[in-house]
């Protein structure tokens, strides 16, 4: 558990970019470095994901430490992982955030977010030659990524998603005469239902805890609610939670807590300890706690669920042609992600575009450890911001 917790502890140190961000380092670190799954297993969680409300990447993250040591190993995934965002953002909640304006600090920043872009290429890179040898796999790829380009609501996302899915089953079943895959035989499919049904009382409970104006039974019920009705994670969630705080917190103040959640790595679900600091201000680290295991929850619980039964459901043939189309529209996601936020928010001036493709080549050419790209971009960005 303690080699589980310090794995995922390094990464939320680092880990800026979002969502897409996030996927990359997972893949580099536990796929390519560590090898505790192979890149099918790794797509097959990806994509369980994005059919389940909640933050993507900590319930990815989560999968993984869950493959690793069973509950006890999602648990310290999750807690190792977020634990640098919550403990940054509780403070910047409860304290002067004037240090945010030095040199040093700006340019470790700027030179991460170009990091966020290498990793994010990268996996697109491998994601691609791996799940997109189809010719119709190639289609949906490029088709997702420039609907979600174009459309990035929500609604558009499960649409393409379900598409995909439809299409899979069709023409991308391993049971096609040209396909050669070799099934292993099924095993009896068996969801979770003692998780479904703790998820099912804990949603009843928000809807009631809502209504308790001024208790600390509200903010898990409202912070609860909003993880239970997102899909997508990430910045998905953040009109939800405005509504969320209402009348309870300034507009500037949210968007403070919003700004300095983007520059802090780790989950943007993390934005709960925050503004839960900020709802409970009795006790603000109380309510940070409060406010982030109730965001965090409801995916997590989904999540036991279905990982049991995915695994089941992954060796059938139907749904195996469904997670082909499904893993090439997550491509496209990635690309979509890749541009923006990713991309736009990090590359501004042809210097920066210099420096993610130096970065880019000396990831595929020399293929260093996640740490040296870390501490090189790190350097880098400390260097310009001093020039």
């Known amino acids: 558990m303690w080699h589980i917790f310090v794995r995922f502890l390094s990464l939320g140190l680092v880990s800026f970019g979002g969502p897409a961000a996030h996927i990359g380092y997972f893949r580099q670190t536990f ?36 493959h690793r040591g069973g509950l006890l190993g999602g648990i310290a995934a999750f807690i190792g992982f977020t634990l640098p965002s919550f403990c940054l953002l509780f403070l910047l909640s409860v304290t002067s955030a004037q240090w945010l304006d030095n040199d040093w600090f700006l340019g470790v920043i700027y030179g991460l977010k170009l990091l966020a872009v290498v990793v994010v290429a990268d996996a697109v890179w491998i994601m691609f030659n791996q799940f997109c040898r189809k010719h119709l796999a190639k289609i949906l790829m490029l088709t997702s990524s420039v609907l979600l380009i174009l459309y990035g609501s929500l609604l558009a996302q499960v649409l393409v998603l379900l598409v995909a899915a439809l299409v899979g089953v069709k023409y991308l079943s391993p049971c096609d005469a040209s396909d050669e895959l070799t099934l292993v035989e099924t095993k009896p499919i068996t969801l979770g239902y003692a998780w479904l049904a703790v998820f099912a009382l804990l949603f009843i409970a928000s809807l009631a805890l809502i209504k308790m104006d001024a208790h600390l039974g509200q903010v898990f019920g409202q912070f609860f609610q909003a993880g239970s009705l997102v899909f997508g994670g990430g910045h998905v969630v953040l009109p939800l939670l405005e509504t969320i705080v209402g009348d309870a917190m300034t507009s500037d103040r949210f968007i403070t807590g919003y700004a300095l959640a983007q520059a802090v790595p780790g989950p943007m679900f993390a934005l709960a300890a925050f503004l839960g600091a900020e709802l409970w201000s009795q006790s603000p ?8 295991l109730a965001i965090f929850l409801p995916g997590f619980l989904l999540m036991l669920v279905a990982l049991k039964t995915w695994a ?11 997670l082909a189309g499904i893993n090439a529209v997550v491509v496209g996601f990635l690309i979509s992600a890749l541009y923006m936020p990713v991309f736009t928010s990090a590359v501004k001036v042809p210097l920066d575009m210099a420096l993610v493709l130096l970065g880019f080549g000396w990831l595929k050419l020399f293929k260093p450890n996640i740490l040296f790209l870390v501490v090189g971009f790190s350097a880098v960005g400390l260097l310009v911001s001093f020039i």
């Open 31 to 66: 796929v390519s470095d560590l090898k505790w799954l192979d890149d099918k297993h790794y797509a097959s969680l990806v994509a369980l994901s994005q059919f389940m409300p909640g933050p993507g990447s900590s319930q990815v993250g989560f999968a993984i430490g869950y």
């Open 285 to 292: 680290l109380v309510g940070a706690i409060v406010a982030t």
């Open 312 to 322: 089941a459901l992954s060796a059938r043939p139907k749904v195996v042609g469904a």
